[in-house]
């Protein structure tokens, strides 16, 4: 809970940015972005007991871009078209940070 | 550090001095305080809160010789909101607790507050949206971050004329009918009816937000659910029939509905930190409570605070028996929680190993 709270109050695009759900192309998963002018954080749960990925397509990315985990250590790459396929552990949960120049 | 405290002004308690001298005369000057009427109206409010102990929001006081309202217990005389004197009180009130230093209030049942249906000079009153936009002007006049945190559980399109149109009302409203179907995704195992839900929010007005939940203190609410995905939830989380209340819910915590599944549970509150809203937790959650079913109705979830492992008041089980408290999670105590290193508190302060 402490981690939470913390990297929420990290994320000022949780608090105050726009939102939208965003297909995550499979019915376990719920995806939705945060935007503010300064940065996005994508976040993806898996509602399912299983481990699986989602596909996302983000608007406005691209192979310039890195998803960071705000959570944990990990990252996704992006591809030219904004795709992303991140993993998801049964009932997983990952705060992706959007950082650019990445290429 | 800020602290909001409840305002429950929707009825007072049968045992205070207003409804005793209300009762005691037709003159009392607190007689109209209360809502009285010499026989039921039939256009009057609907629905009961608690079916199970409940038949009528009217009662017959013989010493009043009137039927006065009650939108919850025959021990809740509702306040009647529409009398100026008890408005003005209501706001000495809350001008009183601000004074103290209370940066706002979580507003209880809001929209049962500001009725009037059935008064039998409803149509002439005030709108009762002005009141409490009259309310939260004069909260900012006296603490300029104060917050209305209201409780409206009603579908979004009537929740949202209680953040105010012309004029400020509520700051925050809770989302009942987020929270609802996030547990139907839950007992799922499906995203989608929680992801249609959040794509049709409404946006609350400017500095406005909605308030996210998991859990709060009274049942489970499911009531803005079909009969059918309410029953899918009361399998998924609450089979058992004692797990459930009012036919509407469960008087359950998160822990124990998820059977304790770590990995679920810290999907469920990171979903609460990031969907739009402001985020509120209910004591016990962060160190992973569970219920207390030997408790009757919504006690079950009302249990003290674990706050250590010793016997006595917050303890976890058999420990005290005059106080039960019962986590069937791991957790069983704030103190031990802190320590162990697979706790629901202490692997969150462990980016390596938390959600």
Not at chain 2, 163 to 181: K, N, P
Request: charged share 25%.
């Amino acid at each position: 809970m402490r981690l939470l709270i913390e990297s929420y109050r990290a994320c000022p695009e949780l608090a105050w940015g726009r939102y939208a759900v965003v297909d995550a192309g499979n019915a376990a998963v719920l995806a939705h972005r945060r935007d503010t002018e300064d940065g996005t954080i994508v976040a993806v749960h898996n509602f399912g007991a299983d481990p699986t990925k989602a596909a996302l397509k983000l608007t406005g990315l691209d192979a310039s871009c890195l998803l960071k985990d705000v959570l944990t250590n990990g990252s996704e790459r992006v591809a030219k078209d904004g795709s992303v396929t991140p993993e998801l552990a049964r009932y997983g949960c990952r705060w992706l940070r959007v950082e650019h120049d990445h290429r | 550090m800020r602290v909001i405290a409840d305002l429950v002004v929707n009825h007072t308690s049968d045992q205070h001095p207003w409804f005793q001298s209300a009762r005691s005369s037709p003159d009392s000057p607190y007689r109209d305080w209360y809502v009285w009427v010499d026989e039921p109206p039939a256009d009057g409010p609907q629905g009961i809160a608690f079916p199970d102990q409940e038949t009528s929001v009217w009662t017959y006081d013989e010493a009043a010789g009137q039927y006065y309202l009650h939108r919850f217990y025959k021990y809740q005389p509702d306040l009647n909101v529409a009398n100026p004197q008890v408005r003005d009180e209501i706001a000495r009130t809350i001008g009183f607790w601000l004074q103290l230093g209370l940066s706002g209030f979580r507003v209880d049942a809001v929209p049962f507050l500001l009725e009037t249906t059935g008064q039998d000079d409803a149509g002439q009153l005030p709108d009762p949206h002005d009141y409490l936009a009259d309310l939260r002007a004069f909260l900012g006049r006296r603490c300029g971050e104060g917050v209305l945190l209201g409780e409206v559980n009603l579908p979004y399109p009537q929740t949202m004329t209680f953040f105010g149109a012309e004029r400020d009302e509520l700051t925050m409203c809770f989302d009942f009918i987020g929270m609802q179907r996030m547990y139907l995704s839950l007992a799922r195992g499906n995203a989608e009816s929680l992801a249609e839900v959040l794509r049709d929010r409404p946006e609350p007005p400017k500095d406005a937000h909605w308030a996210t939940f998991v859990r709060n203190h009274d049942e489970l609410t499911l009531d803005k659910l079909t009969d059918t995905q309410r029953q899918e939830v009361f399998e998924a989380f609450g089979p058992d029939p004692e797990m459930q209340l009012y036919g509407r819910g469960l008087r359950r915590r998160l822990p124990t509905m998820l059977g304790g599944d770590r990995d679920r549970i810290r999907m469920v509150y990171s979903l609460l930190f990031s969907l739009p809203g402001t985020p509120v937790l209910f004591y016990g959650e962060e160190i992973g409570m569970g219920e207390d079913l030997r408790a009757e109705g919504r006690l079950a979830v009302r249990t003290p605070m674990q706050w250590s492992p010793e016997p006595g008041p917050g303890s976890p089980p058999q420990q005290s028996p005059s106080c039960p408290v019962r986590s069937r999670t791991a957790s069983t105590g704030l103190s031990a929680s802190t320590s162990q290193p697979r706790s629901a508190t202490r692997s969150r302060c462990c980016p390596g190993c938390g959600c």
